[in-house]
């Protein structure tokens, strides 16, 4: 705009977009002494000359507006400014009307001559080409962030999947009758536990849409608490024909943030059972290596096809799941390099190797004192996303 107003030598340009829901022309660029004023100014089609360039789809010329009864000297009352003369074009592209490009007093006293309104064309052209532009990407824009929502949807659907059905599975073992009193306390305890999961799931969600996560370590008998995920994962397991197995090799003291390394876990468990339709096994197992834990999640499923190993750990990278949303990996991968570990995955699928067995491994390392720090006494807060 302020190349229009150079080129044509006027004092002031705006352009005015049209809005087909309520028919009208709102005044949204502009350029010159009472350019903030003009803003936000809409005008009917056919109002003033801005509005007949619009409504006649040709260039309007006026000499001299206040001999011209098409002008509207609302706008100079309201802005203080004097217009003398006015030149307007329509800016259109394929689909129609998209506004109108508008140049206001020539310089010097003078008129807009016929080819300052052959030039404006031209501009309103170019002007036309960004706006549609603009347009484009903003539309493009807004559907990536609904296809992430979607996305982010199915995903909290598909880890609430996993608690749901245990929590209904503990509260009908709490309504049998002769359900005794030490196991009504076990799987009391239990729910409440899977509910605090699903809570911290739905906030880690959240955090994850708004890209702020934050980790909560603190210092965790690893075999206890290992055991204890074991305990809900084989209730799972068990009905999907699924073995499972530990190896707690490493018996001893991590900082990690529970209810984080926990979601890795189950996500790590949910993909093996998706990857044995028909049962096996998983294994679980940990082991020391100098001032590194690691924890190891083994499964006798149908592997990970070589061309697809590099890419598993991206966002929605997902492979051939009805449900599948690819966010389980990429969070995993993002929990464990905040605590400052690394992740690796072996896996072979039939045929390779002229293996008759096929199955994957993770291998998840990370510092068994807690990042940054040799010790520490209480849960505290890491930051871990930039
Ligand atoms: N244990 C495994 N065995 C075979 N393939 C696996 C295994 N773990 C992951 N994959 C592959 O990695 C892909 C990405 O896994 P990820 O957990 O990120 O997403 P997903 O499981 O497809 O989706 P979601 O976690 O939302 O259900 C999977 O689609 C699958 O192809
Ligand atoms: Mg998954």
Excluded at 243 to 272: H, P, Y
């Amino acid at each position: 705009m302020h190349e229009t107003e150079a080129a044509v030598g006027a004092e002031a340009a705006c352009i005015a977009l049209y809005d087909a829901s309520d028919n009208r022309l709102h005044i949204k660029f502009a350029s010159g002494e009472k350019s903030e004023a003009v803003k936000g100014v809409s005008l009917a089609m056919g109002q003033g000359i801005l509005g007949e360039a619009a409504a006649t789809n040709s260039t309007v010329r006026v000499d001299a507006v206040q001999e011209d009864s098409r002008f509207d000297g609302s706008v100079d009352k309201k802005t203080k400014f004097a217009t003398r003369s006015i030149l307007a074009t329509p800016i259109r592209r394929r689909q129609g009307l998209l506004g109108v490009l508008e140049v206001i007093n020539k310089r010097g006293e003078l008129v807009f001559s016929e080819s300052d309104a052959r030039l404006l064309e031209i501009l309103a052209g170019q002007a036309g080409i960004a706006i549609e532009n603009a347009r484009l990407l903003e539309r493009t824009l807004q559907s990536d962030r609904l296809s992430t929502v979607g996305k982010m949807a199915s995903s909290i659907i598909h880890d609430f999947k996993t608690p749901l059905t245990v929590i209904q599975g503990f509260v009908d073992l709490l309504g049998n009758p002769n359900t005794s009193e030490e196991k009504r306390q076990t799987y009391s305890k239990l729910i409440q536990d899977e509910v605090k999961g699903f809570l911290t799931s739905a906030q880690d969600m959240l955090q994850y849409a708004r890209g702020e996560t934050r980790l909560s370590v603190e210092e965790v008998e690893i075999d206890t608490w290992l055991n204890s995920i074991a305990d809900v994962l084989r209730m799972n397991l068990t009905k999907a024909n699924i073995e499972l197995k530990t190896g707690f090799e490493f018996k001893g003291k991590v900082w990690l943030d529970q209810e984080k390394m926990r979601r890795v876990i189950m996500n790590m468990a949910s993909n093996a059972r998706d990857a044995m339709p028909d049962g096996g096994t998983f294994t679980i197992s940990t082991a020391q290596k100098g001032n590194h834990w690691q924890l190891g999640l083994h499964d006798t499923g149908f592997g990970i096809p070589v061309e697809q190993r590099s890419k598993i750990f991206e966002l929605f990278a997902t492979f051939g799941k009805q449900n599948g949303t690819g966010l389980g990996l990429a969070m995993v991968g993002d929990i464990v390099e905040g605590h400052g570990g690394s992740i690796r995955v072996e896996s072979c699928v039939v045929g390779e190797n002229d293996n008759t067995n096929s199955g994957t491994s993770f291998i998840i390392s990370a510092p068994i004192s807690r990042p940054g720090t040799a010790s520490g006494k209480s849960s505290s807060e890491a930051g871990y996303r930039d």
